[in-house]
């Protein structure tokens, strides 16, 4: 089973920018469709940005103009740049790989935006 570590998170100000990373231990990463969700305290999970295999890309509304998915193959790697980041933003950010029916999550990141 693919396992999920993401890195990057942390302290910003509003108006800043982060870029998240999530590396995954698989042999096979390329056929995972993978996203991005976060969690803010007392809410539910909510997607941000999905990627496919293929590259395809999609977002919340939310994030739309402000975050971008992207996805490195050769280094297992899915990236979240964030720019323009609100104090809404804070919540713990977690990756996820998808196959089939199977979801996979990492252990989250917490991202933080205030002055």
């Known amino acids: 089973q693919v396992q999920l570590v993401e890195s990057g998170g942390g302290l910003v100000q509003p108006g800043g920018s982060l870029r998240l990373s999530c590396a995954a231990s698989?042999?096979?990463?390329?056929?995972?469709?993978m996203g991005w969700y976060r969690q803010a305290p007392g809410k539910q999970r909510d997607m941000l940005a999905t990627?496919?295999?293929?590259?395809?890309?999609n977002y919340a509304d939310s994030v739309k103009g402000r975050f971008t998915i992207s996805r490195d193959n050769a280094k297992n790697t899915v990236y979240l740049q964030m720019n323009s980041l609100k104090p809404e933003d804070t919540a713990v950010y977690y990756c996820?790989?998808?196959?089939?029916?199977?979801?996979?999550w990492g252990q989250g990141t917490q991202v933080t935006v205030s002055s």
């Open positions: 996820s790989a998808i196959r089939g029916l199977v979801t996979t």
């Open positions: 698989t042999s096979i990463f390329s056929v995972y469709a």
């Open positions: 990627i496919t295999s293929a590259g395809s890309t």
